[in-house]
């Protein structure tokens, strides 16, 4: 620790006094290495201040007043005029300063650090982590709940669901040929409001009574039925709900058990009006075979040249007839009319 080269020949004449009490006498000021040397006019050693521990006790103020351990004891007046000294010495006292540890700096830097990671965990990791754990451990009975609970919501919009008593049946048989991961679906034909086919949380299926008339295929139905599922498997949707919920509705389901009903209804009506992710030939196709159902007629519905799907034409899994009929004729004709 050593003043700066370029002050070290640096001298300046100053009033200094030992103690409080005692006459301010003329003396001269030398930057020396790492000291502040005071001598009187005859060149007589008066003091020697570390210019580590040198304080001004006045700072932005003319004269300079200086003290060697901050008490107001000891002091060094530089004039107005000493201005080459003054500036030297605030020099080496920043640079001095400048190379001390500053384990205070170091704390802060640390809590900074470990507040912007906790910040990004929150941001990045949490939600995430959240939703895995709720989708663990988050009963099947509450998943029909709250299927139940986004299906009242979605009435509200698309109207009662079309509950023929023959149909009905029909579905109920439908749902039987077409197994899903937790068991049978439940199966409801909308009116309206709903694109094509959704599946709940709760194994609930909605389809649009458009999937069902305007087709002289249940396979078509069955198809339907078959992607929703697929997609489902994708990404469960009780998963996509809180994900479009966010941390603070899952947290409050996990603790709870219950998600409000703003979250419900906001919820019910992103899923009738936003588009739902395409799924890949190999995924769609997989469904099919693993349920027995043939592609063809599903992807004639939905594109009537072909064009459009021609990869799951190509590869149906039954070109030529599934193994056992997705329904009965007289089941079919039921399920044409369950809105009627």
């Not at 049946?169 to 694109?195: K, T, Y």
């Not at 040249?305 to 030529?320: N, R």
Request: aromatic share 4%.
């Amino acid at each position: 620790m050593t003043a700066l080269s370029e002050y070290q020949r640096l001298e300046a004449r100053g009033l200094w006094r030992e103690r409080a009490e005692d006459q301010r006498r003329e003396v001269v000021a030398s930057l020396g290495d790492a000291t502040l040397v005071l001598t009187d006019t005859n060149d007589r050693a008066l003091a020697h201040w570390s210019l580590a521990a040198v304080i001004r006790l006045n700072p932005g103020e003319l004269p300079a007043i200086y003290s060697p351990d901050g008490l107001d004891q000891e002091t060094l007046e530089l004039p107005a005029d000493e201005t080459v000294m003054v500036a030297a010495i605030e020099k080496v006292r920043r640079a001095i300063e400048n190379r001390r540890p500053h384990p205070g700096r170091l704390r802060i830097g640390v809590l900074g650090a470990t507040a912007v990671g906790l910040a990004l965990l929150a941001v990045f990791w949490l939600p995430g982590a959240l939703e895995n754990h709720a989708l663990s451990v988050v009963p099947e009975v509450k998943r029909v709940a709250i299927g139940e609970a986004l299906l009242e919501r979605i009435r509200h919009v698309a109207g009662a669901p079309c509950d023929d008593i023959d149909g009905r049946a029909a579905l109920a048989r439908l749902a039987a040929r077409l197994p899903g991961p937790n068991g049978s679906f439940r199966i409801h034909v909308m009116r309206d409001g709903v694109r094509g086919a959704i599946l709940l949380p709760g194994d609930l299926v909605l389809l649009n009574r458009t999937v069902v008339e305007d087709t002289s295929d249940p396979d078509v139905v069955a198809g339907y039925v078959i992607v929703a599922d697929r997609r489902a498997r994708e990404r469960d949707p009780l998963g996509r709900l809180l994900a479009a919920a966010g941390p603070l509705a899952t947290l409050r389901l996990l603790t709870t058990g219950v998600l409000s009903d703003e979250v419900i209804e906001s919820y019910a009506r992103s899923l009738l009006t936003t588009p739902q992710e395409p799924l890949s030939n190999e995924d769609i196709l997989s469904g099919f075979r693993d349920h027995g159902v043939r592609a063809t007629p599903y992807a004639y519905a939905l594109d009537i040249t072909g064009e459009s799907t021609i990869g799951l034409i190509e590869a149906d899994p039954y070109p030529t007839g599934a193994p056992v009929p997705v329904l009965v004729d007289a089941d079919w004709l039921r399920l044409q009319a369950i809105c009627e």
